[in-house]
Every structure is written in structure tokens, then in C-alpha cells.
């Protein structure tokens, strides 16, 4: 049996967060934390990186930076994880969906300025399987009317947009480190801050309303409770299982980039014969290999083929299905323009197995699978 996914693990989990243990330091913002944080900083040229309990989280705090009230409009795609809606509804926004491309299955970029009205706010772009969205455009289009961008990049660890790191175009950038992530502390993530000027604020956020991490610094004598705010700041244990998968990040994303290649190569013959589709990575855009999918003909075929490979042993899975379409998107939001692709492409979308201690033989048997229900 060949599962969707395994937690990325490289050996030195265990001992860090016995190192953390001993420190007698397992609370948030110790040294694993701090190890965590710099090393993110110096990979992504982000002015600031703080570590959260999850991406969604991170959102959650990008939403209070930015200030979101009650009515206030935010554009996004609606093929995309719950969490990049979440955030922002919580504050009392209202969801305007937008159509993606079908080619890189990230939000049209050509499409997002005619949704902007005057209760808009902030763009969230999301970057599907690592690959980035046209942020050169998005960008544009922010300065144009005024708009704040968060980046949903926690599928984007690793990933560029014309040499630049996902997650440091806008305001705010989130990644996460869930266990099905290129790499995981379990349940995690980071906000990375690119102005230095949101830094204080961020800070008070995570922790819980006060200047907490200034007392820790010894900028103040003691620490009082200044905003409203919340915690989203992980254990420093979870931190220990990150940065050993941290110090790692080369060889993770190199593996994870061969299986990558050899699905590739091994269904190319099938996409030639217009039996299926593979990804699209535009030239400008490195990617981490999060992801590989192919498209089927249609949402009939896709379900045949997910259960020929189920009985094989194969766990491929589909992905979202689209927030305008589900009873908290109907309420919370609207999709500006026509659904051209969002609802099709997503049914034909399927993901194959991709994790760090995927084999390169089983990647061949997976694709001999495929091979064989499209050739009887
Ligand atoms: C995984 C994921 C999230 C949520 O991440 P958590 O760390 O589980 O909160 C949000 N958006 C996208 C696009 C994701 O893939």
C-alpha cells in the first residue's frame, strides 16, 4: 500500500526535542523556536519571520494587522483550503471569489482588478502546489487601489517567483508546517512580515495582547497586557522537530523534486496521447515540488481511475472543492465573474502519492497503475 502521505521525518526529530526537553524550555519562543525563525528569515530575505501554531493562524494574525472590519472585501480564489477564507471572515470580511487559470490552478491575475470595489482591502493570492502566482501583476494591482496582499504560501516553502521567495511579495506571507507539507512540526506554521513597521504589533498579537516579547529582550521591565490578541505562538518542541527538517531542506526538496521528474517523464507518453494532463510550471517559477497531479478527462473518469488505484494499493486524493460553491462560502461570499474553470478543473484534478520517503520504485509502480487503466 502506497499511502497519499507520510510526515516527512529525517532521524534527528527525536533527538532536538530531547534537547528541548532537557532545556527545560518547551514553552513558545525558546531556541528551537529562535533557530527556526533565523533560518526562515536568512532562506527568504523576509524582514521577519515569527513562528505560529499553523498557517491558519498566521492568516488569522495577517487579518488583524491588516486591520479587517466588518464589510470590508477580500479577493481570493475559491479553489483554495478553507483557512485562507477563515481568516478574514472571522474579522467580519465578506469573500470575493475569483476564477483561476487552468493551467497553474492559481487565481487569474487578469481577473482580480475588475472584482475591486471600494470596501476592498487586501488580495490573498494562493500558491497552488508551490507554484507561484503572477505576483509582478498582483503587486501592480495592489499599489494601483491601495490594497494589501497576503500571500497564502503554505504550500510555498522553498518556491520563487523570478528568483524572489513566495511569502515576501506582500504585507504578510504564511506558510505552514502540517504534517503534509514539505516539512512539518505536526501542527505549525510562520507569518513572514515584510515591513519592519508591523513587526511590534505582530508580536503583540501572538502573544496573547501584551509586549511579552519585549520583556524577553529586556526592552521593558515588565510586560502588560497593550491590544486584544491571542496565542499563536507553538512549543518550542514542535519547533524542535521542524528545525531538524530545516537543516534538511535541500535534500527534502531535491528528493521530493526527482520523484517529481521521474512522474514526469513516466505519464509524458499518456499526455502526449491526450489521455491526461500534467502540471504547468511557467518558466519565472521555481517550485519545491509539493504537489503532482494530473487531470483527467472529467469528473466521472477520475473517480474510475481513484478507484482502480485504491484497489492497487494507491492512495491518490482530490483537493478542494471550490469555497463558493460549499454553505459557508454561499454565506460569507460571492464569486465575481463567471466560474470558467474553478468548478471544472477541480474535478478533474487528482493528486498522486508525494512525500519525502516516496521511492523512486514505487513512484514506477504508481505510474504503471495509471498507465495500465488508461490502456485497459
Ligand atoms: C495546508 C494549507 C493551509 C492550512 O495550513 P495549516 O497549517 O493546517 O493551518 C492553508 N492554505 C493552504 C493553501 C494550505 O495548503
Known amino acids: 500500500m502506497i499511502n497519499f502521505n507520510v ?3 529525517t532521524g534527528k526529530e527525536i533527538k532536538y526535542i530531547e534537547e528541548a526537553v532537557r532545556n527545560q524550555k518547551i514553552c513558545g519562543d525558546g531556541p528551537f523556536t529562535r533557530k527556526c525563525s533565523e533560518w526562515i528569515e536568512q532562506k527568504t530575505g ?3 519571520c515569527l513562528l505560529t501554531t499553523s498557517c491558519t493562524h498566521a492568516t488569522e494574525m495577517a487579518a488583524l494587522l491588516a486591520d479587517i472590519r466588518e464589510g470590508d472585501e477580500v479577493i481570493m480564489p475559491s479553489y483554495t483550503f478553507v483557512s485562507t477564507a477563515d481568516a478574514f471572515v472571522l474579522r467580519g470580511a465578506r469573500v470575493v471569489f475569483v476564477d483561476v487559470r487552468p493551467d497553474t490552478m492559481n487565481m487569474d491575475e487578469t481577473l482580480v482588478e475588475d472584482a475591486v470595489t471600494e470596501r476592498t482591502r487586501v488580495i490573498v493570492p494562493v500558491h497552488y502546489a508551490g507554484v507561484g502566482c503572477e505576483m509582478d501583476t498582483i503587486m501592480e494591482i495592489a499599489k494601483r487601489h491601495q490594497l494589501m496582499v497576503v500571500e497564502d504560501a503554505a504550500q510555498g516553502i ?3 517567483y523570478k528568483g524572489k521567495a513566495l511569502g515576501t511579495f506582500g504585507e504578510f506571507g504564511c506558510f505552514s508546517f502540517h504534517e503534509t507539507k514539505n516539512f512539518s512540526m505536526g501542527e505549525g506554521g510562520a ?4 515591513d519592519e513597521k508591523y513587526i511590534e504589533d505582530a508580536e503583540i498579537y501572538r ?12 526592552q521593558v521591565d515588565k510586560y502588560r497586557w497593550q ?3 491571542s496565542s499563536y505562538l507553538p512549543s518550542d518542541m514542535n519547533a524542535a522537530y521542524l528545525y531538524a527538517q530545516l537543516e534538511l531542506a535541500e535534500e527534502i526538496t531535491q528528493t521530493r523534486m526527482d520523484r517529481w521528474k521521474e512522474y514526469w517523464e513516466q505519464l509524458t507518453p499518456l499526455a502526449e496521447e491526450g489521455r491526461i494532463e500534467l502540471p504547468y510550471i511557467p518558466a519565472h517559477c521555481a517550485h519545491n515540488a509539493h504537489m503532482f497531479f494530473i487531470k483527467t478527462k472529467d469528473l466521472e473518469e477520475r473517480t474510475r481511475l481513484e478507484a482502480f488505484l485504491k484497489e492497487r494499493g494507491v492512495y491518490a486524493v482530490f483537493h478542494y472543492v471550490p469555497l463558493h460553491s460549499a454553505p459557508a462560502g454561499l454565506k460569507f461570499g460571492r464569486f465575481h465573474g463567471e466560474d470558467k474553470y474553478t468548478t471544472r478543473e477541480s474535478e478533474r484534478l487528482l493528486r498522486l502519492p508525494m512525500f519525502y520517503a516516496l521511492t523512486a520504485d514505487q513512484v514506477e509502480y504508481i505510474t504503471e497503475q495509471v498507465k495500465a487503466f488508461y490502456h485497459g
Not at 191 to 194: A, D, E, G, T, V
Open 46 to 48: 523576509t524582514a521577519k
Open 191 to 194: 507569518l513572514l512580515i515584510r
Open 7 to 9: 510526515p516527512p521525518y
Open 158 to 160: 522553498m518556491s520563487t
Open 227 to 229: 491590544n486584544y490578541g
Open 207 to 218: 502573544e496573547k495582547g501584551t509586549d511579552r516579547s519585549k520583556y524577553f529582550r529586556g
